[in-house]
T-cell receptor, first 111, second 113 residues
Framework: SQQGEEDPQALSIQEGENATMNCSYK?????LQWYRQNSGRGLVHLIL???NEREKHSGRLRVTLDTSKKSSSLLITASRAADTASYFC???????????WGAGTKLIIKP | EAGVAQSPRYKIIEKRQSVAFWCNPI?????LYWYQQILGQGPKLLIQ????????DSQLPKDRFSAERLKGVDSTLKIQPAKLEDSAVYLC???????????FGPGTRLTVT
């Protein structure tokens, strides 16, 4: 079953601009994770935010979590061509530690 | 540390044939997952192992799919017989700590003709 839904489905921006993508989910979570997938490096973990956290930073990435709205956002600042990829949110919702994945946002950075 | 290894990287078979995928997780990772990812979608969990035991295989189509993790290290996923709708990328992942990030292998791209 699909828990997370990313928005937008696709995003195209100029290099150097900021990219924001959103994730909404349906049930309470233990944590929410963002992953990136491109053809060169496969699926790679970016950042994990726990349910009791509201914001986390990692380099050019900023993730926010609003559990009252059941939503999260991923901000990539000063985008680069190498950021071109699909971005997925995944939620950890049960005791078995299984992630439920959205369909992803496809991000294209134009030079 | 070495990453999650998977083989083969690509496989093309005809429908009704069988195929097997292999995964070697990162050393020491007790939990291993197999996912199916259809083009344009997120990964869908097929089976989860903890050491050599199955935690959850509720989404594994057991009439055609089987998986094992002998000795709690590497794992194989088999499809027999394959259908056209099995065309997808099969991903293996492992975790080092409970509720931590998952580490993925490069995947096996299966095409069923």
């Amino acid at each position: 079953s699909q828990q997370g839904e990313e928005d937008p489905q696709a995003l195209s921006i100029q290099e150097g601009e900021n990219a924001t993508m959103n994730c909404s989910y349906k049930t309470s979570i233990n944590n929410l994770q963002w992953y990136r997938q491109n053809s060169g490096r496969g699926l790679v973990h970016l950042i994990l935010i726990r349910s009791n956290e509201r914001e986390k930073h990692s380099g050019r990435l900023r993730v926010t979590l609003d559990t009252s709205k059941k939503s999260s956002s991923l901000l990539i600042t000063a985008s680069r061509a190498a950021d071109t990829a699909s971005y997925f949110c995944a939620t950890d919702v049960d005791s078995n530690y299984q992630l439920i994945w959205g369909a992803g946002t496809k991000l294209i950075i134009k030079p | 540390e070495a990453g999650v290894a998977q083989s083969p990287r690509y496989k093309i078979i005809e429908k009704r044939q069988s195929v097997a995928f292999w995964c070697n997780p990162i050393s020491g990772h007790a939990t291993l997952y197999w996912y199916q990812q259809i083009l344009g979608q997120g990964p869908k969990l097929l089976i989860q192992f903890q050491n050599n035991g199955v935690v959850d295989d509720s989404q594994l189509p057991k009439d055609r799919f089987s998986a094992e993790r002998l000795k709690g290290v590497d794992s194989t996923l088999k499809i027999q017989p394959a259908k056209l709708e099995d065309s997808a990328v099969y991903l293996c992942a492992s975790v080092s700590r409970w509720r931590g990030e998952q580490y993925f292998g490069p995947g096996t791209r299966l095409t069923v003709t």
